[in-house]
């Protein structure tokens, strides 16, 4: 290489660098969308035994702060957690989050 070419090689160097430190430091960081603020599980659906297990929990800690809406389910106490087990579901069972008044998930077990 001659020696033009390694000073263009650094001044091309030193140019990429301060762009990217520019970039890093100056650039606003990009927003997260919020959460959403509405509590809910997710279930896998048995209908051999009309069961609900826990699958996701969003935003919910508890078993008190959800109600059967609609349809028929028992719902385990305590604290929520992932293999939580609701049982003897009949008809379309929905629920609410008494926290927020919003009604989540609806399972169909009509037979």
Do not use: A, Q, R
């Given at each position: 290489m001659t020696?033009?070419?390694?000073i263009l090689f650094v001044i091309l160097s030193v140019i990429i660098v301060?762009?990217?430190?520019?970039?890093?430091?100056?650039?606003?960081?990009?927003?997260?969308t919020p959460p959403d603020e509405s509590g809910y599980l997710l279930f896998q659906e048995n209908l051999t035994t009309n069961t609900l297990?826990?699958?996701?929990?969003?935003?919910?800690?508890?078993?008190?702060?959800?109600?059967?809406?609609?349809?028929h389910a028992l719902v385990p106490?305590?604290?929520?957690?992932?293999?939580?087990?609701?049982?003897?579901?009949?008809?379309n069972v929905q629920f609410l989050n008494t926290k927020d008044q919003t009604i989540f998930t609806g399972y169909d077990f009509s037979e």
């Open positions: 020696k033009k070419s390694i301060s762009i990217g430190v520019y970039w890093f430091v100056v650039s606003p960081p990009v927003e997260e297990t826990v699958t996701e929990i969003h935003g919910l800690t508890t078993w008190e702060d959800i109600e059967v809406y609609s349809g106490t305590g604290p929520i957690d992932l293999g939580d087990v609701v049982m003897n579901c009949t008809g």
